[in-house]
């Protein structure tokens, strides 16, 4: 079988993290595919991962950024170096793009144009496309509208990852047969501890994010404020605190404005890949994040977690472990974060959470079971009624 995996890259570590699972998936199931990795992110070196699988990048692809940057600021052709130019006779299309489809993304008419010369093109050469579980919409807009029409025309199979992504997909017309709703499926990925780290075990892990500033209604002065607040709560408690990059120079930038709060005394940890990300989160005593799979990595490892949002996305993923008032809103009082935080802390409470945490995630595996028996089933049917065999 000939995949092509959409949607992911290695600058993001959720991103990273999310195609290191659906290759474990690929592994399992087709040992033999060909797997193209389709990136968004044409700037980055082919990551080095260890797979059985043929895998490979598009040859257009590995020709890194500069052709379509060139040819686009001479109004030239150029999507045939992007990862919307269609590759030939694919079987199947998998994408994880995380959050891409909605109004706030305002995408050009070229974009959607080429988008859906690149879904009918594969379509008509008999692909199944699956959309895996990410965050979609509002799609009130002209550009979301339009993005909507393309998922109906194309795409087989539609994940949501939270029950508001599902709401938004049902409103904006998607034929609900094509849509279903299962959570985060990192959850299966296993992490890997870095044992140069080990001096963090047992710390509080603090997950910085730009998008705090970037897609909020907060100031920088805001967002570095609750910080360095959180930060010397936590270190007032006698726990050792750390800083961890999630994404590349733009978050590490973040990291180390906050610790220059600290005159420079906080651990940054950076440069390491999703994995060891993941094993170096399942280690901590207590993570507060403002990268969703940040959150996501602590909780499916039974890891107490906080976290400030900018997504809805944020909410829904603590309602998928059962667990409420865990957002820090960089407008509530100190008093309410402070117990946020101390409850937390508190070891007993931390030993509850932790069992709870547990149950929790097993229900969960086994809802990515079923997740990834449908998608295969949807993929080996050509001709498909997703109802009849999600309801099987």
Not at 277 to 285: A, E, F, L, R, T
Request: proline letters at 5%; charged letters at 25%; a positive charge.
């Amino acid at each position: 079988m000939k995949i092509i995996i959409d949607g992911t890259n290695t600058i993001n570590k959720g991103a990273e993290l999310m195609l290191y699972s659906i290759l474990e998936q690929i592994e399992n199931k087709y040992p033999e595919s060909s797997v193209i990795f389709n990136d968004n992110n044409p700037n980055i070196q082919f990551p080095k991962i260890k797979t059985h699988l043929h895998f490979r990048k598009p040859l257009r692809l590995m020709l890194g950024p500069y052709p379509w940057v060139i040819l686009s600021r001479l109004h030239l052709p150029y999507s045939w170096f992007t990862e919307l130019y269609p590759p030939k006779h694919p079987d199947l299309i998998l994408d994880a793009s995380g959050f891409r489809l909605g109004d706030q993304w305002n995408h050009s008419e070229e974009y959607l144009e080429n988008l859906e010369y690149y879904y009918k093109t594969v379509k008509a050469q008999g692909a199944k496309i699956i959309l895996l579980p990410q965050a979609f919409g509002p799609f009130k807009t002209h550009s979301g509208k339009k993005s909507t029409e393309i998922l109906n025309n194309y795409v087989d199979l539609i994940i949501a990852r939270e029950p508001t992504s599902k709401k938004h997909l049902k409103e904006a017309g998607i034929n609900p047969g094509k849509i279903l709703h299962y959570s985060d499926f990192t959850i299966a990925t296993k992490g890997i501890f870095p044992v140069k780290y080990h001096h963090v075990k047992g710390s509080v892990c603090i997950i910085p994010n730009r998008k705090m500033i970037t897609h909020t209604r907060f100031s920088p002065q805001d967002y570095f404020g609750k910080m360095e607040s959180i930060i010397s709560l936590i270190q007032e408690s006698g726990k050792q605190v750390f800083l961890l990059n999630h994404e590349g120079n733009k978050d590490l930038k973040i990291c180390k404005g906050i610790n220059r709060m600290f005159d420079n005394r906080l651990t940054i940890i950076t440069g390491l890949d999703a994995k060891e990300i993941k094993g170096v989160i399942g280690s901590s005593y207590m993570v507060i994040s403002s990268r969703y799979h940040g959150i996501a990595s602590a909780l499916n490892q039974g890891v107490p977690c906080l976290a400030t949002s900018w997504s809805h996305k944020y909410q829904l993923l603590f309602e998928d472990f059962n667990v409420k008032d865990h957002i820090i809103d960089l407008n509530e009082k100190p008093e309410h974060t402070k117990n946020k935080i101390e409850s937390l802390l508190d070891p007993d409470n931390h030993s509850k959470l932790r069992k709870h945490l547990f149950i929790q995630i097993k229900e969960l595996k086994s809802n990515t079971e079923r997740m990834w028996k449908i998608v295969w089933q949807v993929a080996e049917e050509r001709n498909s009624d997703i109802k009849s065999i999600t309801n099987c």
